[in-house]
């Protein structure tokens, strides 16, 4: 595992509440920094603005040379289902908007935070039970092995 650079791991270890060494993927956290403050833009994948199934598609690449599906009705399909308080980094969760089942992903950080694309602010960290977003909560999980989830992606 890459190790943060110091002002990286400072900032996130900040924003989420925990200890500067508890900031160990460099990788992930590099990632974040590169995309945060990138706008919404639904279909997108580029820094002109993407969407929340395109940042956990290039996250789940560029970080753990994961590949997944591209939208988030796939994604749901790929991961093994855990309990809120068994996530770790790099897990999936998943969100219930407007109605529609598992219509928004981001990808789970520590201490209750996870990173995703915002419609309104962009890619940015969230805590999971702030108040407008932990309602619409619904399913969370590990992605699974890689031949799984390419299996899977290549049958929908």
């Known amino acids: ?9 400072e ?7 925990v200890k500067r ?4 993927n460099g990788r ?3 990632f974040i920094e590169e995309w945060y403050g990138t706008p919404y833009r639904l279909g997108g994948m580029d820094k002109d603005g993407i969407d929340c199934s395109g940042l ?3 996250l789940q690449l560029q970080v753990y040379d994961q590949p997944v599906p591209r939208t988030c009705a796939m994604q749901v399909g790929i991961i093994k289902r855990k309990y809120e308080d068994e996530l770790q980094e790099g ?4 969100f219930d908007f407007d109605g529609k089942q598992f219509s928004h992903v981001g ?3 520590q201490n209750g935070y996870f990173v995703h694309a915002s419609t309104r602010k962009g890619v ?4 999971l039970h702030d108040n407008g977003i932990y309602k619409f909560f619904s399913r969370a999980g590990s992605v699974i092995d890689n031949d799984t989830a390419i299996q899977t992606s290549m049958q929908q």
Request: a neutral charge; proline letters at 3%.
């Open 1 to 9: 595992m890459v190790k943060p650079e110091k002002e990286i791991a």
């Open 11 to 17: 900032k996130y270890a900040s924003l989420m509440g």
């Open 124 to 127: 940015m960290i969230a805590r």
């Open 21 to 24: 060494g508890d900031i160990q």
């Open 107 to 109: 990808v789970y950080l």
């Open 56 to 58: 956990v598609f290039l």
């Open 28 to 30: 992930l956290y590099s």
């Open 91 to 94: 897990d999936l969760v998943f």
